[in-house]
């Protein structure tokens, strides 16, 4: 990954008092992820630029995170981290340019309090929230905002954007103030940090942010995103803020609790959920902290907890997430079609099989998912070693991939998707089609999904419900692809709403009940 600070400050050479980089000189910095170097493709007179290349190696990496390391998947060594910047780079920037952030510069100690026409690139940025929320952090800082989508596949126009953007900032702003901009605001953009948040980051946010973060309109956001979720982190910060000059009180939103997504990502997520357990533990202090949007943490605005002013202590109840109301909407309707035995294919974490296994009618019940360490962790949740005989007889567990044929699936009464189908890259969704339906061929499948068009009742949500969606969709595309599906492999299809149905907006999760039409 790369990043470029090009100034025409004359002399622009003067930049590498600066950066306390001399400009003829390749230095390289070790990280414990990697290699950090940095060069000067150009310096001269009328134009500098000085390059910070960041070289990560994967096992470097996974090594350095320890026993917080995710769990044992591929994606722990293939992923983007060497490609995009991150909180990679803010970490190697912080590192290699130490002294230039603190604005230190013996050889010319008038040079860091000068403003500077600077322009920096980054070819390749992570932003959950596209070029416009890259806008709205950067532009109330005095940047000109240059941020470009780029495509997932240049030769597939069709799949559309990905997440990422190339960034290019214009300004004429201190050095040291760009570099704090980038080390707070790279993370924010990306919404992940490669490190655990511990409370000190607090602090650094606090140091990094002084002068600008307290009077930003997104500084809400900013520390949030910043520390992580970690909301009582993000209350401290917002406090010493408001101390240091902010009048403004901001809120956040209370922590909600979801399960885990039943897909890929499962597995990552609760290993650091765990992890995160673990350390409120030590902390009695901090109360437990969230992870990113996700569905496992979706709760409408209508299902939020009542204060205790507004209602008697009584009389409040703890509202219903919405992952519960959509299990509970799945096992009522299969109850309602007669179902006997079930397969969750995309189980994650056994949520929806240990509540198909409570319920002895369910004769019968099957879990599937892509990842080795959601089974893993399913199984321990469900106590598979203690369990009874006769209901450990009608479980059945196993590790595949819903865009393969795959004999084991067969043989049941119904099939759930349970918000699994946006996990799946759109040009593989005919191969899961054919799977399922074509294949498969259980009398009932039942899929859940996202409705997008709900997205503006979550107020912090930028972009899509999680970091492993692929798409979502509104409710008439998912109505077409449903119908569609239906009309290709036999069945009949409705459609049912999950969760409070806006009258503007509709429901934040849209079910579809296909049914095998006898005459197919």
């Known amino acids: 990954m790369l ?3 090009t100034t025409t400050a004359k002399p622009a050479t003067d930049l590498g008092f600066l950066l306390h980089k001399h400009p003829e000189r390749v230095q390289e910095f070790s990280q414990s992820f990697g290699m950090a170097t940095v060069f000067y493709p150009e310096a001269g007179e009328e134009r500098c630029t000085a390059a910070l ?22 994606s722990q060594y293939v992923n983007d981290r060497p490609y995009a910047a991150s909180s990679l780079m803010a970490v190697a920037l912080a590192d290699v340019f130490r002294t230039a952030r603190a604005g230190r510069c013996k050889a010319r ?14 070819p390749a940025l992570p932003c959950r929230g596209g070029p416009e929320l890259a806008g709205r952090l950067f ?13 997932l596949d240049e030769g597939f126009p069709e799949w559309g954007e990905s997440r990422y953007v190339g960034l290019t900032l214009r300004g004429t702003v201190r050095l040291v103030d760009a570099l704090n901009h980038l080390y707070v605001l790279l993370p924010v953009l990306d919404d992940n940090k490669h490190y655990w948040v511990a409370p000190d980051e607090v602090d650094k946010l606090i140091r990094a942010g002084e002068g600008w973060l307290g009077g930003h309109p997104e500084r809400a956001l900013i520390t949030r995103r910043y520390l992580g979720r970690r909301w009582a982190l993000a209350r401290t910060a917002l406090s010493r803020l ?36 673990a350390a409120a533990e030590a902390e009695a202090q901090e109360q437990s902290p969230q992870q990113e949007w996700s569905p496992q943490q979706e709760r409408s605005p209508q299902q939020e907890q009542p204060s205790q002013e507004e209602v008697p202590r009584e009389a409040a109840a703890k509202p219903r997430s919405l992952s519960v109301l959509r299990r509970e909407a799945v096992l009522g309707r299969l109850e309602g079609l007669g179902a006997v035995s079930v397969i969750d294919l995309g189980c994650g974490q056994g949520e929806l099989v240990g509540a198909l296994l409570a319920r002895p009618r369910f004769a019968r019940v099957g879990g599937m998912d892509v ?6 962790i399913a199984a321990r949740k469900l106590r598979l070693e203690r369990m009874p005989d006769a209901k450990r007889a009608r479980l059945t567990l196993f590790q595949g991939a819903l865009t393969y044929a795959d004999k084991r699936l067969s043989g049941y009464d119904a099939a759930v998707l349970m918000e699994v189908i946006e996990h799946v890259d759109p040009p593989r969704l005919p191969a899961l089609e054919r799977v399922v339906f074509g294949r498969a061929k259980p009398r009932h499948v039942l899929v859940t ?13 930028t972009g899509l419900r999680h970091n492993d969606h692929r798409f979502e969709w509104t409710r008439a595309e998912f109505a077409a692809w ?39």
């Open 482 to 520: 449903a119908t569609r599906v239906a009309e290709q492999y036999g069945y009949r299809v409705s459609f049912a709403p999950v969760g409070d149905d806006d009258p503007e907006v509709g429901p934040p999760t849209q079910m579809g009940v296909f049914t095998l039409d006898q005459r197919s």
């Open 371 to 376: 990842s080795p360490m959601a089974l893993t």
């Open 449 to 461: 999904t996202p409705n997008i068009e709900y997205n503006v009742r979550y107020e912090s949500l």
């Open 242 to 277: 408001a101390e240091l000059g902010d009048e403004t009180e901001e809120r956040l939103e209370p922590a909600v609790e979801e399960e885990a997504p039943a897909d890929t990502t499962a597995s990552d997520e609760a290993a650091e959920a765990e992890a995160e357990a």
């Open 139 to 151: 532009e109330p800082l005095g940047w000109e905002v240059d941020a470009r989508p780029v495509p």
């Open 3 to 5: 990043l470029t600070i």
């Open 109 to 122: 100690p008038d040079l860091p309090g000068t403003p500077l026409p600077l322009e920096l690139r980054l």
């Open 53 to 74: 290349m960041l070289e990560v190696d994967p096992i470097a990496l996974v090594r350095s995170r320890g026993k917080h390391s995710p769990d044992f998947s591929l």
